[in-house]
């Protein structure tokens, strides 16, 4: 069945370090592949999505990148600042194209 | 612009009652998706608009489950009899294009049955 895998579950970085967040998918057919950003009682709000058809996507801190090869994707924060702590989920979408599978979520804590 | 609005922000019910969950998506988008989102997990799909037609209900979790999109804008989630494990936050979610496009979410509706 269509699923999504993401690693690690919780990450721990001092400011001014990287963050990586790694997932995997299930559907060779996936097209688009987007990371949102959801704090404490708030909407999951997007942040950076790649499609198919690029293999990386920068914008300031924030960077994705696709290997379609091997069904995977990253997302890379660079010079972590304290409010970038949140969860962190990538998301790609079912066969059908109605839904979005969303990963467990990776939990951010940025220590200053 | 506005964004997805979902009313009421909090909901608390006594096990057995029934409620209904209200999405405003941004104006003039196509597709309406509702997930529920346990604590500490991600969203999981429950159904999807495309205007006022529901083409995909799987994620519905059992027939207590109802949403309809009569006008293709506002939608309304109705969970009938409701069970203590229905207790999660409701998000609803909407998109320009149909299907695959970049989906914009509300707040939520954080449900509890007690």
């Known amino acids: 069945g269509e699923n999504v895998e993401q690693h690690p579950s919780t990450l721990s970085v001092q400011e001014g370090d990287s963050a990586v967040i790694k997932c995997t998918y299930s559907?060779?057919?996936?097209?688009?592949f987007p990371w949102y950003k959801q704090e404490l009682g708030k909407r999951p709000q997007l942040i950076i999505d790649?499609?198919?058809?690029?293999g990386e996507k920068k914008d300031q801190r924030i960077a994705v990148t696709l290997n379609k090869t091997a069904k995977h994707f990253s997302l890379h924060i660079t010079e972590t600042q304290p409010e970038d702590s949140a969860v962190y989920f990538c998301?790609?979408?079912?066969?059908?194209?109605?839904?979005?599978?969303f990963g467990k979520g990776t939990t951010l804590s940025v220590s200053s | 612009g506005a964004g997805v609005s979902q009313s009421p922000r909090y909901k608390v019910a006594k096990r057995g009652q029934d409620v209904a969950l209200r999405c405003d998506p941004i104006?003039?988008?196509?597709?309406l998706f509702w997930y529920q989102q346990a604590l500490g997990q991600g969203p999981e799909f429950l159904t999807y608009?495309?205007?006022?037609?529901?083409?995909?209900k799987s994620g519905l979790p059992s027939d207590r489950f109802f949403a309809e999109r009569p006008e293709g804008s506002v939608s309304t989630l109705k969970i009938q009899r409701t069970q203590q494990e229905d207790s999660a936050v409701y998000l609803c979610?909407?998109?320009?294009?149909?299907?695959?496009?970049?989906?914009?979410f509300g707040p939520g509706t954080r449900l509890l049955v007690l």
């Open positions: 104006s003039g988008h196509v597709s």
């Open positions: 559907d060779s057919a996936s097209n688009y």
């Open positions: 608009f495309q205007n006022e037609a529901q083409l995909d």
């Open positions: 998301a790609a979408p079912n066969q059908a194209g109605t839904a979005l599978i």
């Open positions: 979610a909407s998109s320009l294009e149909r299907g695959r496009g970049t989906q914009y």
């Open positions: 790649i499609r198919s058809n690029v």
